[in-house]
């Protein structure tokens, strides 16, 4: 899952990150009032019934993770259909194409999911500005492995928080991969704001190989994703992030400012399609990133 990460703040119309949600008309007191349904009681072999699922919940558009798991016992799938990513660094044109980039979720209870990542076939172009050199390079990427653990607002509140491990293991070959099993934790919050606003946080902290050796160096990250429906099946989202490298061989800053749009038909609540573009705003990020895509839950 090639990714980029993510801390510069923006402020604009949005779509949350938790994908596009259909707006509802403001309940009646007493249901307001009503305590949640009890849901704890649902696994992978006990599944959520259809009339207690959630709404539908992505880690997509933009680069956000939210904090919302997939109900127990329900799958659901996640992909770019096509991501190109154009980056003009260190004096070489590149482009990486993601031809599908697949997450598969699992719900296991009511608060925990798995999650697989792995795009089948990356193709990177390269050209040297300077000698007019060129390469080229494909096929699957590395395999992410995640586990999310809801700890808070999973079943509604202005509030959720998450726990998000995960690990990468060393499927790609070189040049798309670097060969190594490295880790992190994602921890992201999301906070319901005033006039239908949303607010998602993502800190981000990473274990990575060294460009230059086999040791190990600390990478953070993070953003800031503020959205907002537009209407009652579209939602626009931006965010800021900023990503800080501290490999030994050289520390590198990355900053990006991200828009998305994700769309969930009114007639098909499990179905969404998507899409967006990243522009970098340092010399160290890739210059832009387009991207469409869809989720699909079962």
Excluded at 71 to 88: F, I, K, M, P, W
Excluded at 96 to 110: A, C, H, I, R
Excluded at 227 to 254: C, I, M, Y
Aim: glycine fraction near 8%; aromatic fraction near 6%.
């Amino acid at each position: 899952m090639s990714r980029a990460r993510f801390i510069a703040l923006f402020v604009a119309l949005g779509a949350p990150s938790l994908g596009a949600a259909q707006e509802a008309p403001p309940a009646p007191a007493s249901a307001a009032a009503a305590p949640a349904p009890d849901k704890s009681g649902f696994t992978l072999l006990n599944p959520t019934p259809v009339a207690d699922l959630r709404a539908l919940c992505t880690d997509r558009p933009t680069k956000s993770t939210s904090p919302c798991t997939v109900d127990a016992g329900h799958l659901q799938a996640e992909s770019d259909g096509v991501n190109v990513t154009y980056d003009r660094s260190n004096g070489v044109n590149t482009t990486t194409t993601l031809v599908t980039n697949p997450t598969v979720k699992l719900g296991l209870t009511n608060t925990l999911d798995a999650e697989l990542n792995l795009s089948p076939n990356e193709i990177v172009t390269a050209r040297d500005r300077a000698t007019g050199q060129k390469s080229r390079a494909s096929g699957p990427g590395d395999l992410f492995v995640r586990m999310k653990w809801n700890l808070l607002g999973d079943d509604g509140g202005n509030l959720a928080f998450a726990l998000v491990p995960y690990v990468k293991l060393p499927t790609a070959e070189s040049p798309i991969g670097n060969g190594a099993v490295e880790e992190g934790i994602i921890t992201p919050v999301s906070i319901n704001l005033p006039l239908n606003w949303q607010l998602v946080i993502d800190p981000e902290l990473d274990v990575l190989r060294n460009a230059a050796d086999s040791g190990r160096h600390a990478n953070a990250s993070g953003l800031l994703s503020f959205s907002r429906p537009v209407s009652k099946t579209v939602t626009l989202s931006v965010e800021g992030w900023a990503d800080e490298n501290f490999d030994p061989q050289g520390h590198v800053t990355q900053v990006s400012a991200d828009f998305g749009a994700a769309w969930i038909p009114a007639a098909h609540p499990n179905f969404q399609l998507d899409g967006g573009v990243n522009f970098g705003l340092n010399s160290q990020t890739p210059a832009a990133q387009i991207y469409f895509g869809l989720s699909r839950r079962f």
